[in-house]
């Protein structure tokens, strides 16, 4: 194991993070909350002097692999969440320790799961940081590191994958310091856009920049307690078209990019998360607007918004769907682990994957009438490797077994089991709001201290693919290998 790399890039991320406080401590001095000021500034100032000093001599062994790579991934979100839950906490805004890296952890990646009954509370400098976190967490806190500290020789990759949601990740350029800059610029440049049509759609600039954050990184924190439920009907629509378009995969819009068309919209995950959404909207229209009855345009509207919200896991919300009829919330349960594109900055299993799954059932039927023939599993038109089918089943697998004895650990808490399973669909998802106790009206601050900490591990899990985290906390990740 290189501990002298790990730490070196460890470092990295402190300076990156204590740079990033700069733009929340502008806002506090703005707004004149000096006390959360000096927060940012004590805690901003630390993180880049400890980065500054551990980072002061390269390693003379820069040589890891694959084990180090995933530790990398893992340590360095865990320290990420650890120093950005220390504004929360020293402020006093929230008293308790574990409360305050909850929702930071909520915060980084991308969830929007929360423990506070009154946000406006917290005041404008940390609404932004929240909120600032699921823009830094969306893309990836080691994908903007490899674009200031490329590696080179073919270590840098092994973050990536690492940390890049999805089945399988490749190299959009063949430099991955220059995929990341090009990730980072697509990401950047869609943000702009975003937080500029909100601004002249009458959104005020503090409100456009935090919804900004939180739609691009498919995070879903929400600035008022009415949630967005007080926002214009034009920016609840204009929210949810870019929640949408940051839940496909980024590959598609480089090659928008690029000139290469016809091959972004032949997207065959493209087409199924595209189509998903739409069938999941009419279904929940018809649905609603029978149980409601309040007229087809606000069933088409709010309903087109919830599985906006839901499929990408931003978890905005305009209404309590806890009062839509049960098929509706068995919809939006199906929304929730379906996920969005693999290559986005949304969370659950992914489109690609229940595509692959599904694609791997098929054959495995075929193959039990036909056992002579021969059959491969296509996706975008190319043949998959078999051991990108084993690690999707692997997953499925890992995933499973985690949802299950999360829902068994928090259950102690005493809640029901719709409460429960909600609760882990939404953390493990990264989704934000679930269903009972815990939907949009409510949040998380119900469950005990220990369901807390199964929940952050679950966020942090769900964010990184699983394995990083599983990886990071094996007893044979620590021992000397011959």
């Given amino acids: 194991m290189n501990f002298s790399m790990i730490v070196y890039i460890l470092a990295w991320v402190l300076k990156i993070e204590g740079a990033s406080m700069i733009l929340p401590l502008l806002c506090s001095l703005f707004y004149k909350e000096n006390d959360i000021a000096l927060c940012f500034f004590i805690i901003g100032t630390a993180s880049i002097l400890l980065g500054y000093i551990l980072t002061a001599k ?31 906490f020293i402020s006093g805004r929230i008293p308790h320790y574990i409360d305050a890296l909850f929702e ?38 080691l994908v903007l590191v490899l674009t200031v500290l490329p590696l080179g020789g073919g270590y840098n990759m092994m973050i990536m994958k690492a940390e890049s949601p999805g089945p399988e990740v490749t190299k959009m350029v063949p430099r991955v310091a220059d995929t990341a800059k090009a990730l980072y610029k697509i990401y950047f440049i869609l943000t702009i856009i975003m937080i500029l049509v909100f601004l002249l759609s009458g959104m005020p600039l503090f409100d456009a920049l935090c919804i900004g954050f939180g739609t691009a ?57 595209f189509i998903i959404i739409a069938a999941s909207t009419l279904f929940i229209t018809f649905n ?9 345009l606000f069933a088409l509207h709010h309903a087109f918004f919830t599985v906006g919200s839901i499929i990408t896991t931003t978890g905005f919300s305009t209404l309590d769907f806890n009062e839509w009829a049960v098929p509706s919330q ?64 692997t ?10 004895i999360s829902i068994f650990l928090i259950s102690f808490d005493g809640y029901d089991f719709l409460t429960n399973f909600s609760a882990i669909s939404a953390t493990f998802n990264n989704i934000g709001p679930g269903l009972g106790k815990v939907g949009p009206l409510s949040n998380f601050s119900v469950y005990s201290y220990f369901s807390k900490l199964v929940m952050i591990f679950d966020m942090l899990a769900g964010r990184l693919e699983i394995f990083p985290m599983l990886i990071l906390f094996s007893i044979k990740t620590w021992k000397k290998t011959n």
């Fill in 58 to 88: 390269k390693p003379k062994k820069i040589a890891f692999y694959a084990r180090e790579g995933f530790v990398i991934v893992a340590a360095c979100w865990v320290v990420l969440s650890l120093v950005g839950a220390l504004p929360f």
């Fill in 217 to 273: 990184g498919t995070g879903g924190f929400s600035i008022r307690n009415s949630g967005m439920a007080d926002y214009s009907m034009l920016s609840q629509f204009l929210i949810t078209i870019f929640m949408i378009l940051f839940g496909v995969n980024f590959n598609v819009y480089y090659l928008i990019q690029r000139k290469k068309f016809s091959d972004a919209f032949h997207s065959e995950e493209a087409r199924g998360y």
């Fill in 288 to 296: 609603i607007f029978q149980s409601i009855g309040k007229g087809f």
């Fill in 395 to 404: 997953y499925l697998v890992a995933y499973c077994f985690i949802y299950m």
């Fill in 104 to 141: 930071i952890v909520s915060g980084f990646t991308t969830t929007g799961s929360s423990i506070l009954s009154d946000v406006e509370a917290l005041g404008k400098g940390l609404l932004f940081w929240r909120s600032f976190s699921h823009w830094i967490g969306g893309m990836g806190v």
């Fill in 330 to 393: 068995m919809v939006i349960l199906f929304l929730m682990i379906c996920g969005a594109c693999a290559g986005s900055t949304g969370g659950g299993l992914k489109v690609s994957r229940l595509i692959i799954l599904l694609k791997s059932l098929a054959k495995e039927l075929h193959l039990i009438i036909h056992p002579e023939a021969i059959k491969k599993v296509r996706l975008e038109g190319k043949c998959l490797d078999h051991s990108v089918v084993r690690s999707v089943s």
